[in-house]
């Protein structure tokens, strides 16, 4: 069966949205790589409505020939889940309206390489919730940012399972959680 | 050399640090044991925010290291408690009231050993925006809450460095982070 992960960045408070904001200084190459890695065996890409529109307006504009992460978000499959975008200017991509959690529920079940989920926190959160998401992967910023959308907003906790743990040199931590049985 | 102020706190992985008491219990295993003990070794003193403090001093005295291992520690360490609403004289024995962030500042430069700090979200938070947090020490539980105080809420922003990351083995990381080295 097709595995649905989530990728995000995180502060180590729990911060989830505008990392634009706060984690440029902590990128580095090996980070990519390691995310990469983990989008191999990938075909499709799903986004919550907000984080579409903010990767919709940038990765365009990146030149897919030297830059091999725009060239694979510019070239693979997006899904939408929405219920109010009508048009996506981003392509090739489709919608996924009316329940989402069931949308991503029959993808699982139809034939296809992994799908991931590239922030899109909302998204993710009513994923955990119903316990649909197979793979948490969370690049854990060294920052605290005291506000914000934090990763999860309950209302009931959801256990998970620590798969793997790595140290970036520039402090991030990387974690990969997966559903616990 | 100064002495320095150590904040061991349970989180969830969704920065969720506020009553550990239940969330964290199936996550308490020896490594963590170990580590806590390790962290009230290293200490001669508890710094202690005014609602932890209140509830502490209305459960603890009166237990002993039999009903509760970290009893004996907590009733004998000395406390001190930062608050400006409190009055002296405390009624928890070994206690003595902090009213600002000099008061810390003398703390910290009197000799002996760490100063460590435990629940106190609030205090944490203030000690972190002032730069007088020398390590936050994390537990992080393999859970994700939702809802409860987070281990930072403040309308500013504080850089840190991971001193160094375990992974015990029930899935719980052991993190260390200072304060970010000035650029």
């Not at chain 1, 725009?70 to 975008?85: D, G, H, I, P, Q």
């Not at chain 1, 296809?112 to 998204?123: C, F, Q």
């Not at chain 2, 206690?95 to 700090?117: C, N, V």
């Not at chain 2, 007088?132 to 309308?155: A, H, M, Q």
Request: glycine fraction near 8%; proline fraction near 6%; charge should be negative.
């Amino acid at each position: 069966m097709r595995k649905i992960a989530a990728h995000l960045e995180m502060s180590l408070d729990g911060v989830v949205d505008a990392p634009e904001r706060w984690a440029h200084d902590y990128f580095a190459e090996e980070m990519l790589e390691a995310a990469q890695a983990g989008m191999r065996d990938t075909d499709t890409v799903l986004f919550g409505r907000r984080t579409y529109e903010e990767f919709a307006a940038y990765w365009p504009t990146v030149d897919s020939g030297s830059d091999p992460f725009a060239e694979f978000l510019n070239e693979t499959r997006k899904l939408v889940a929405s219920n109010t975008l009508t048009t996506l200017a981003w392509g090739p991509a489709e919608l996924v309206s009316g329940d989402v959690v069931q949308g991503v529920a029959e993808l699982t079940r139809k034939p296809g390489s992994d799908v991931i989920i590239l922030g899109s926190p909302t998204l993710v959160g009513s994923l955990l919730r119903a316990g649909v998401l197979d793979v948490l992967e969370l690049f854990v910023v060294p920052v605290l940012i005291g506000s914000g959308k934090r990763l999860f907003d309950g209302p009931e906790p959801v256990p998970l399972r620590l798969v793997e743990s790595r140290t970036f040199d520039n402090g991030v931590l990387m974690v990969r959680y997966a559903r616990k049985e | 050399m100064a002495r320095r102020i150590l904040a061991g706190l349970f989180m969830t992985l969704d920065g969720v640090c506020e009553d550990p008491g239940e969330w964290s219990m199936p996550y308490f295993n020896e490594q963590v044991g170990e580590i806590i003990t390790a962290n009230m070794q290293a200490s001669d003193a508890m710094l202690l925010g005014r609602r932890t403090y209140e509830e502490w001093a209305d459960y603890w005295p009166g237990k002993t290291a039999e009903d509760d291992p970290f009893a004996g520690y907590i009733n004998s360490v000395p406390k001190y408690v930062v608050s400006r609403m409190l009055k002296e004289p405390l009624k928890w024995e070994g206690s003595t009231l902090i009213t600002d962030t000099d008061g810390i500042r003398e703390l910290k430069g009197k000799p002996g050993k760490d100063i460590a700090i435990s629940g106190s979200l609030t205090l944490v938070g203030s000690l972190l925006r002032e730069g007088l947090l020398d390590e936050l020490s994390l537990l992080v539980s393999p859970i994700v809450l939702g809802s409860g105080k987070r281990v930072f809420e403040s309308p500013e922003q504080v850089p840190l460095q991971l001193v160094e990351s375990r992974t015990l083995d029930n899935g719980v990381l052991a993190l260390r982070y200072a304060p970010a080295e000035k650029r």
